[in-house]
């Protein structure tokens, strides 16, 4: 007797096949040839802003005083180590990091994710009651089909040179009629992947007082999540200091998620939040606690010991090296792909640029994505089966797009393109192949 498969909820459902986009890059990396292809499709960081040396001093630091650092091999707690939860607030205080005084970090608690800020994000999707979730267009991809498979409605706004328009913000919420009930929260990248896009301090308080109104009407509190993955990696000086969203507020709707990832090391896996003592926060500590508590407590205590003691030095080097690549990559995109690129963000924080491609298609079947995967079927562009010309990977425009959005045709001609993880020299090939893509989707 043939039996029914098991019955899985409609997160797993919607989960038994991967989201579009991984499975791209499975495609890419299930044969990735270190030497040979190049990756500009994820998101990693560079290896060499690692520490290696430094964690390894934390490492035995943290080991050998254990009244300072107790029971860093144990299990930890449901709120995070405190140590590391002082080092972050002195790390915030003493940077003015968004601008945080003592009193403001004072009136605020802090927690650590279970897993980097991905899990914090996850959180935020369990505890809240689903809804629609308002978040810029582009969007950060990762994060909102996960949304979409919680059972979230995602609602993209199309953002400007500073961030989610916040006039056509305003338009979409009273364009919701009597769905405005269903705004379950808002979401925003403060440097947003994919695009790099700075959210202005303007914006940043336009958005505060949006949230406010609104809650105001639907007389119930709409939570403002300001996930600042990349606020430490603003790398050209002309930006002026970016400022909290947790300065504007006074009504206790904005919590900021941070991560450590991109300034440390991800493998550390510190992703943290901010915000007010509320039933919000309690219940994401319990759900901490419910998937194995804070990160491992060996790694928060090495995180707690780089903040109190070495984090300048750190990011001012992080920040130096994706200044230099930024500047390079940039003069390459120029020179290789000038002619054909009709929009470019990034290059001031973060490590990513974000190009529009004037009449050039960047979707997965299309002639350019094809080249550079070497999937073109003409062995003079593929190179021989067994040993293929190098393949550059990227990001489509299409997966970072609200499917229902008003980017989403633009998006089939716009790509991300990461100046993080490869070294200069390969970028540089990479951008120089896809010049070649450009001309062979022109023949
Ligand atoms: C916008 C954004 N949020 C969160 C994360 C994840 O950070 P973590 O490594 O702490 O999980 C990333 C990682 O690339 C990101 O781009």
Avoid: W
């Amino acid at each position: 007797m043939n039996l029914a498969d098991f019955l899985l909820s409609g997160y797993g459902s919607a989960s038994t096949s991967p989201a579009p986009i991984n499975r791209m890059m499975a495609a890419f990396t299930e044969d990735f040839r270190q030497d040979t292809d190049i990756n500009l499709g994820v998101g990693y960081v560079n290896e060499r802003t690692i520490p290696r040396e430094l964690i390894l001093e934390a490492m035995r630091a943290v080991l050998s005083h254990p009244a300072k650092y107790k029971l860093a091999l144990n299990y930890g707690g449901s709120r995070g180590s405190q140590n590391l939860i002082d080092s972050i607030k002195n790390f915030h205080i003493e940077n003015a990091i968004g601008g945080l005084t003592q009193e403001i970090i004072a009136k605020n608690e802090i927690i650590i994710g279970p897993n980097g800020a991905t899990s914090l994000l996850e959180g935020i999707a369990h505890v809240l009651q689903p809804g629609i979730v308002i978040t810029s267009d582009p969007m950060y991809y990762i994060y909102c089909d996960f949304l979409q498979r919680q059972g979230f409605d995602v609602l993209a706004v199309p953002e400007d040179e500073n961030g989610i328009r916040t006039g056509l913000l305003r338009d979409k919420i009273s364009g919701l009629g009597s769905r405005k009930n269903e705004i379950a929260f808002f979401y925003v990248v403060t440097i947003n992947n994919p695009t790099s896009t700075i959210l202005s301090n303007e914006r940043r308080a336009e958005l505060v007082q949006i949230v406010t109104e609104l809650s105001h009407t639907e007389c119930r509190k709409i939570p403002l999540i300001f996930d600042i993955a990349y606020e430490n990696l603003v790398h050209d000086p002309a930006v002026p200091p970016l400022e909290s969203g947790l300065l504007y507020d006074e009504q206790g709707l904005v919590y900021e998620i941070g991560t450590l990832s991109k300034i440390l090391a991800p493998a550390l896996r510190i992703g943290y939040m901010i915000g007010p003592n509320s039933p919000f926060l309690n219940a994401m500590i319990q759900k901490t606690s419910d998937v194995g508590f804070s990160a491992p407590l060996i790694t928060q205590e090495i995180a707690s010991y780089l903040l109190d003691h070495h984090v300048q030095r750190q990011i001012e080097r992080v920040n130096h090296g994706y200044r230099e690549k930024a500047r390079e990559v940039k003069k390459c995109i120029d020179e290789q792909l000038g002619a054909v690129v009709s929009a470019c963000s990034g290059g001031k924080a973060g490590f990513y640029y974000y190009l529009t491609l004037d009449g050039i298609q960047t979707t997965e079947g299309s002639a350019f994505f094809k080249y550079l995967s070497r999937t073109t079927g003409d062995v003079a562009v593929d190179g021989p089966a067994t040993n293929k010309n190098p393949r550059v990977n990227y990001v489509p425009g299409q997966f970072c797009c609200h499917p229902q959005g008003d980017l989403v045709e633009r998006g089939k001609r716009q790509l991300r393109v990461s100046y993080g993880f490869e070294e200069l020299g390969r970028i540089r090939d990479a951008i120089g192949f896809m010049g070649d893509a450009v001309n062979y989707a022109r023949r």
